[in-house]
């Protein structure tokens, strides 16, 4: 039978989700874009709530920067009922939005009422100001945020914090991008923001949960965010949900999102990772990695890798896919025609003074189509003084498409350049496809075949998602991956060569032969 307490705080819970959903039906879109709001679901906020640890101490600060109706701050005191050590609880929740702060006061009135505190006392405060200034404001010093962050700070106050904090690009010129900066902070949306001034806010072994996009794991904007948090705190558990349209379902939103709890300045030791398909969370996994899993010890980018099952662990010292791109003397580099800058040199038809110039619509199951007109994109571009600093000598090429659809079974898809397929002395390659070189020369046939093919195995692609969470590829990431040795990789060149047809089932059959060492290429470069 259900006691009244669970009852009251069962009402407490559907209530307020219909305060979400109401209040999200009446934001104007323009304004939530404006903002970068997004609403946590019921379930979301108490699963949220549940990764804290029990706590022991007498009170508790609580931080929700970015309230919105009160649904992370409604599920963490939820959770606090279960301390019996905590007496006095103070929670400073931040909304700027007119809109929400009603529903806000709504809901902490409803807290402040449930009666679940009676013995306790019990200070819920609504702060109507932007928090990225406030907190900027609040923590400034004169030599920033990282040398504050490692010195002891006096404006430390809370012990705990939970937010879903706005998802908005900033741009430089941007008051929030020079308040973030005047503390310390360089990056490039407000999500990553946010955490960083909470992070400072924090006590030392304060603990921080929230859910963010998984972009900041990694890519070279969202380094020194990286950088931040791995340097001034330690990654406790990480959640991934299988299933991009169904967290901010009501929203829209597409955005791979994970779930990171932080502790603040305190030894990292293993990281528990859970898995779910959507906020149901009805099939959660959860396993437990060494963080040399989570974040490689030579990485200098500092990648936050996501394995999600026991066979994704690292294999430390596995020397069969450990090269660098630098170790194989190969380089790779963006697709340097930038089409819109230099729309007067493009044309539809091959010439005279054109040559070949690629876009991916120009690659089909791992191969350069035969050159032919297009009604999508022009196929050549002027060759003179001006744009040869833009091309290619005559080669053979790897590349590899910089964004891939959702629907894509790979997120690196790869293809190769084949020099006999053009009769041209150079060849352009267009912004939209990383391009792999030898000093900006081609590379030989089969060793274009074989990284081609190497790129497009499972093997690769689940390291890829391991530390992107999007569909983009970027030349770091690309730098960021180990590959077989250049005679490992002339090996398989020379085997998909001879392939009549390549399927992923095959690569894959192959590349688990070279991992046996089931093969006669030499194992070293």
Known sequence: ???????????????????????????????KTELGQFMTSASVSHFMASLFPDYLNDRIYLLDPGAGVGCLTTAFLSRVKNW??????????????????????????????????????????????????????????SDG???????????SKYTHCI????????????????????????????????????????????????????????GSYYRPFRELILNNSAIK????????????????????????????????????????????????????????NIVIPEDKERFIHIPVKEGEKREIGNDRFSYTLDDLDIQVSTGPVVDFRLKSFLRWEISADTVPLLYPCHFSEMKSIRYKSSSKKPIAIIKNSETMKWLYPKGNYAVVRRFSSKEEKRRIV???????????????FENHLNVFHKRKMGLPLHLAWGLVVYLNSSFVDDGFRRFSGHTQVNVTDLKMLRYPSIDSLIYLGKWAYQQDKLTSEKIDLQLEKMIKGDYNAASTH
């Not at 009135?109 to 109507?128: K, M, Q, T």
């Not at 904090?165 to 005047?182: E, Q």
């Not at 949306?189 to 900041?216: C, E, H, T, W």
């Open 163 to 218: 937010m879903n904090p706005p998802y908005r690009k900033i741009k430089s010129s941007s008051l929030h991008r020079k308040l973030l900066r005047s503390v310390g902070i360089e990056t490039v949306n407000l999500y990553s923001g946010f955490v960083a001034l909470s992070l400072s806010l924090l006590q030392d072994s304060g603990y921080l949960v929230a859910i963010i996009p998984r972009s900041f794991c990694n």
């Open 1 to 31: 039978m259900i006691n009244k307490d669970t009852l009251r705080e069962n009402q407490l819970i559907h209530r307020i989700e219909d305060m979400r959903k109401k209040a999200s039906s009446e934001l104007c879109v323009k304004r």
């Open 414 to 428: 790869a293809s190769v350049v084949d020099f006999e397929d053009f009769n041209a002395e150079f060849i352009g």
């Open 237 to 292: 558990h990480i959640h991934l949900f299988g299933s991009r349209k169904k967290t901010f379902k009501d929203d829209n939103v597409l955005q791979e999102n994970v779930i990171i709890m932080l502790q603040k300045k305190v030894p990292q030791k293993e990281v528990i990772v859970t898995t779910s398909t959507d906020d149901s969370f009805i099939d959660l996994r959860t396993e437990v990695f060494d963080f040399e």
């Open 145 to 155: 945020l990282w040398n504050k962050m490692e010195e002891s700070n006096t404006n």
């Open 84 to 141: 019996e050590s905590v007496k006095n609880i103070d929670v400073d929740a931040y909304e700027i939005d007119e809109i929400m702060l009603q529903y806000l006061n709504n809901t902490l009135n409803s807290n402040r009422a449930e009666g679940s505190f009676a013995n306790r006392r019990l200070n819920l405060r609504v702060i109507d100001q932007d928090f990225v200034q406030s907190a900027a404001e609040d923590i400034f010093m």
